[in-house]
């Protein structure tokens, strides 16, 4: 078995990466919400446990559950001093704000007084203030959090037998990406994996929730506020020269910048082989290109077709598309259960799937259309905008069986 094997959206899930949230949705200042991606404070605790449910669910249908914090402690663990220190300084040289000479070497201290490298990795991520340090200042903070790491769909998205390593849109989200990078450059179980994507940029940038295998032949990736044309161009460019690699075509949907829907996984997600969750408010601004992989020219062609013909073509059937609120939704329901990340379920095996229970005229919608929900309370987690296939990243899922 290979360590990564993802072709499709819909296969039983095996293995997941996950992150529970610490400490660092401790340290989200009111004054900073838009800066670090939050519509609005979360309320801690309350956050950890709704995170708990969601993997107890998981757990319950026998999904193996890998926690990002752990697999990068155990990367850690066993590789040389040398690599060792070099994670940290990359850490420090990536520390938000800019350290001065004095406090990196506080800091640096500080990580290493640890009592084990499990609360070294969580203190990287939640962010160090000042008062730990003993140093006395007018900010609380010496090193910023990284409170959007629960959402682990975003740093590096599993493609096939391989990965991208992202390059993400906003400054407080490019230093997710180190914990990927050390793992799938370091760990012996993941090393060795097909990078498809791998470029530190301010030109090119693609994250997670934009990208969706949607069988053995065809990606989907959302060109969106936060992944670009170029990105897109790169990552067709990399696949087309892995001979390994099965993918024939992708399209590409635009994702129109709107509050809360940063990616193509907050309009449009699959369910099962023929059905499909979208947002209403999508239709009227949808776009399609298709970047066939079979020519020698890689090239974005837009396609003057709408969704449901897009889809035929991928899937080789009619889709059932079901939208958000369900078919009697007025115009109000769709904007709540949109703003509330309703398209945003991770499905677990065909036409299985977990989500907020929050939204429950599309819950109810989904029922009705042969999908079987698996709720979890997901008010708090909701603020930084991004539900369960935000919140989650496969690792393997099995291959579908053609039907």
């Known amino acids: 078995m290979k360590s990564i094997n993802v072709y499709s959206e819909i296969g039983e899930l095996e293995e997941v990466l996950v992150h529970t949230p610490g400490d660092e949705i401790r340290h989200v200042a009111p004054s900073r919400l838009d800066e670090l991606l939050f519509s609005a404070e979360l309320e801690p605790d309350t956050a ?12 319950e249908h026998g999904v193996k559950v890998v926690q990002l914090v752990d697999l990068c402690s155990a990367t850690y663990d066993s590789v ?3 690599i060792q220190e ?6 420090l040289n990536q520390a938000e704000p800019k350290l001065n000479i004095e406090h990196r070497e506080l800091v640096k201290k500080y990580l290493k007084s640890s009592k084990n490298t499990k609360e070294m990795i969580k203190k990287m991520i939640s962010g160090i203030r000042a008062k730990e340090l003993n140093i006395k200042q007018k900010e609380s903070l010496i090193v910023d959090p990284m409170p959007n790491l629960y959402f682990t769909r975003d740093p590096f998205a599993s493609i096939g037998n391989g990965i991208s390593l992202n390059s ?3 400054k407080t989200r490019k230093r997710e990406v180190l914990f990927s990078r050390f793992i799938f450059t370091h760990n012996k179980k ?3 994996v097909p990078r498809y994507f791998d470029e530190d940029s301010t030109e090119l940038t693609i994250e997670g929730g934009d990208i969706f295998i949607y069988n053995e032949e065809t990606l989907v990736i959302g060109n969106s506020e936060r992944t670009n044309h170029k990105a897109i161009i790169s990552i067709a460019k990399n696949i087309k020269n892995n001979k390994e690699c099965k993918f024939k075509k992708i399209i590409v949907i635009n994702v129109p910048p709107m509050p809360n829907l940063m990616h193509l996984d907050t309009w449009i997600t699959m369910l099962d082989y023929d059905k499909f969750l979208y947002s209403p408010n999508m239709m009227t601004v949808l776009k399609f290109w298709e970047i066939d992989l079979q020519k020698e020219e890689i090239e974005l062609v837009e396609k003057n077709e709408n969704l449901e013909k897009i889809l035929h073509s991928i899937i080789g059937k009619k889709p059932i598309l079901i939208p958000v609120g369900g078919k009697d939704a007025d115009q109000l329901d769709i904007d709540i259960e949109t703003h509330f990340d309703a398209t945003n379920y991770l499905v677990i095996k065909p036409g299985v799937v977990i989500g907020y229970d929050r939204n429950k005229k599309t819950q109810k919608a989904l029922k009705e259309a042969g999908i079987k929900v698996l709720p979890f309370e997901g008010d708090q987690l909701s603020l930084g905008m991004g539900s369960a296939r935000c919140m989650s990243m496969p690792l393997i899922r099995k291959d579908l069986k053609k039907k």
């Open 48 to 59: 950890i446990k709704e995170h708990k449910s969601f993997i107890k669910i998981l757990k």
């Open 168 to 170: 993400m849109k906003y």
């Open 190 to 192: 993941y090393k060795n």
């Open 80 to 82: 040389s001093e040398d």
């Open 86 to 91: 070099k994670f940290i300084e990359d850490w």
